[in-house]
């Protein structure tokens, strides 16, 4: 059973940088595609990032292209999401999610959604001020 433990979030200014960490526990994150979601306040839960297994492979939401970079450590087993140039609409419960069924990396085209994703960890809360 894989358990996922988000930490790193706080508060931070507008403009200012924030790295999350997402450490996986019970299986190698190499069998995963892990990503990063987040849901504002009053919002949906949406997606921001996504990896592949190798870590080759990458998905940035338009939203935050240019500012948000996903990465591993296969090391470590964690996932990173490293944010620059925060924004207050980026502020939120940012999660970390692992998908063990999918064997093809699906976000060419697409973007991830909550229901392919069986594992999640309970979030850490991002706060951007203005």
């Known amino acids: 059973q894989v358990q996922l433990a988000e930490s790193g979030g706080g508060l931070v200014q507008t403009g200012g940088s924030l790295r999350v960490s997402c450490a996986v526990s019970?299986?190698?994150?190499?069998?995963?595609?892990m990503a990063w979601f987040r849901r504002a306040p009053g919002k949906e839960r949406e997606s921001v990032a996504a990896?592949?297994?190798?870590?080759?492979?990458?998905y940035i939401a338009d939203s935050v292209k240019g500012r948000f970079t996903i990465s591993k450590e296969n090391v470590k087993n964690t996932v990173y999401l490293q944010m620059n140039s925060l924004k207050p609409e980026d502020t939120g419960v940012y999660y970390c999610?692992?998908?063990?069924?999918?064997?093809?990396?699906?976000?060419?085209?697409?973007?991830?959604?909550?229901?392919?994703?069986?594992?999640w960890g309970q979030g850490t809360q991002v706060t951007v001020g203005s």
């Open positions: 999610a692992a998908d063990g069924t999918t064997r093809m990396w699906p976000y060419t085209r697409n973007t991830p959604s909550e229901e392919e994703y069986g594992a």
């Open positions: 019970g299986q190698t994150i190499n069998n995963y595609i």
């Open positions: 990896i592949s297994w190798s870590g080759d492979l990458t």
